[in-house]
């Protein structure tokens, strides 16, 4: 699988070419635009539509063993006006290795979601000026339970400023306020180096007891120019051990 990963991300790079793109806003694997996992306050230009396939995979760490989390998530992300931003998910996520001995659950449990964001810039983030978004990801806590049982997770709340390549926010869900801060850097013209870190990961559930209590990611976003409104995700997760995740956009 990972070398898969490894074949795909270079066929990618033999595919740029000098190009405008980089730095776009473009949708998290969450939906709102953003890093990986970190909404920004940019928004994208109005009446654009973006659509995201991700392929997400990470480790939780539960009573000593380790449990192989896959979100399979696709989604749409509507930039209304100069303002407002909606974002409309449809989410698979499945858990592996560890649940049927430990917590009761049988293996390959799998939980479909569907799930809406909204977002509303402040102030629009420019040269020498800050921008500031607030939000929710979640709308209607449809991530709350999986079977009566709490996962941690639930309406998240998200407050964030954007200060040319860095960007800070300061989150809320069912376990209380978080921070989370990241970046993203144009190394060339057609690749965006990205990191973002939480201190509330949005990979968590309450059950079985995981003991991850911080998530950071460090990938590319690709945008390769033959397709110019196409861009790759290609990024180490770390949430208990590094695993990998994978995403495709377009902008229609």
Same mark, same amino acid.
Request: neutral net charge; glycine residues 12%; proline residues 5%.
């Given at each position: ?58 480790m939780q760490i539960s009573q000593g063993t ?117 970046? %993203?850097?144009?190394?060339?013209? &057609?690749?965006? #180096? ?6 509330? !990961? +949005?990979?968590?559930?309450? =059950?079985? %007891?995981?003991?991850?209590?911080? &998530?950071?990611? #460090? ?6 120019? !033959? +397709?110019?409104?196409?861009? =790759? ?20």
């Open positions: 699988m990972r070398m898969k990963y490894l074949l795909f991300c270079l066929a990618c790079v033999l595919l740029l070419s000098p190009g405008v793109l980089a730095g776009e806003p473009e949708p998290t694997w969450l939906g709102l635009t953003g890093l990986f996992t970190l909404p920004t306050a940019e928004i994208g230009h109005p009446g654009t539509v973006m659509l995201k396939f991700s392929e997400i995979r990470f380790k449990l192989k989390d896959v979100w399979f998530t696709g989604g749409a992300t509507i930039a209304l006006d100069c303002h407002w931003e909606v974002a409309a998910l449809w989410r698979n996520e499945q858990l592996h290795q560890g649940w049927e001995n430990r917590a009761g659950f049988p293996d390959n449990f799998n939980k479909a979601f569907f799930l809406g964001d909204v977002k509303y810039q402040i102030t629009k983030p420019e040269l020498r000026k800050m921008g500031i978004a607030v939000g929710v990801i979640d709308l209607t806590g449809s991530t709350r339970y999986i079977d009566g049982r709490s996962t941690g997770r639930g309406q998240r709340l998200f407050l964030v400023g954007t200060y040319q390549w860095a960007h800070m926010a300061l989150t809320e869900d069912d376990r209380g306020l978080g921070a989370a801060i990241g970046a %993203r850097w144009c190394i060339t013209p &057609n690749i965006d #180096l990205i990191g973002d870190f939480s201190s509330k !990961p +949005v990979f968590v559930m309450k =059950f079985p %007891r995981s003991s991850n209590h911080m &998530n950071f990611n #460090l990938g590319l976003r690709l945008y390769p120019q !033959p +397709v110019p409104r196409l861009h =790759f995700d290609l990024t180490a997760v770390g949430d208990g051990e590094f695993e990998f995740g994978f995403a495709l956009g377009y902008n229609l």
